[in-house]
């Protein structure tokens, strides 16, 4: 969908947010409502994102485009797909970032402020954090099955090798 259109058409904003993983649980009337306390930002490509180290209360949802991840300089990974989500864990931990992110293409995310959400009624403030974090939790539940599963391999690889290390040689 061409960006332009899609910050026209509140219709089709709703139906591209609806194929974000993390919202998929709302409503069309709450995805209307979500929308008043987002904000839709587009980046150009190497433009800075999320500063490392830095503190603030935003989660981004990617909608187009791809988002380099860096940490210490160095590329962890790339987010291409609608609906990745970078910033949560700042956010439920309080914690300073923990890596960069920089448009490695024009990109576009959808971008929330949870301060926007506290100054919802307590109703629609629970409502919507639960919604929030619990697309969070499925995320990070399924990196750290992504990781668990890297680990394993590695360990699974460094078994091989150790043990191809200690079998005598054959003169």
């Known amino acids: 969908m061409d960006i332009n259109e899609f910050t026209r058409d509140n219709a089709a904003t709703i139906t591209h947010l609806k194929k974000i993983p993390a919202l998929e649980c709302f409503t069309e009337k709450e995805l209307e409502e979500f929308l008043r306390f987002s904000e839709l930002r587009t980046y150009a490509e190497k433009e800075c994102i999320v500063d490392e180290n830095s503190d603030d209360d935003r989660v981004f949802y990617l909608v187009s485009g791809k988002a380099k991840v860096m940490k210490n300089g160095k590329e962890l990974i790339i987010l291409r797909r609608t609906g990745d989500v970078f910033g949560g864990i700042g956010v439920i931990t309080g914690i300073s970032r923990a890596a960069s992110v920089y448009a490695a ?15 919802l009624d307590e109703n629609n403030r629970l ?32 078994a091989r090798y150790q043990a191809t290390e200690k079998k005598p040689s054959s003169r």
């Open 105 to 119: 293409a024009p990109t576009t995310c959808v971008v929330i402020r949870l301060s926007q959400i506290d100054a």
């Open 127 to 158: 409502r919507f954090k639960y919604m929030i974090f619990r697309g969070f939790a499925e995320i990070l539940a399924n990196r750290l099955k992504k990781t668990s599963d890297e680990l394993d391999a590695a360990r699974n690889e460094i």
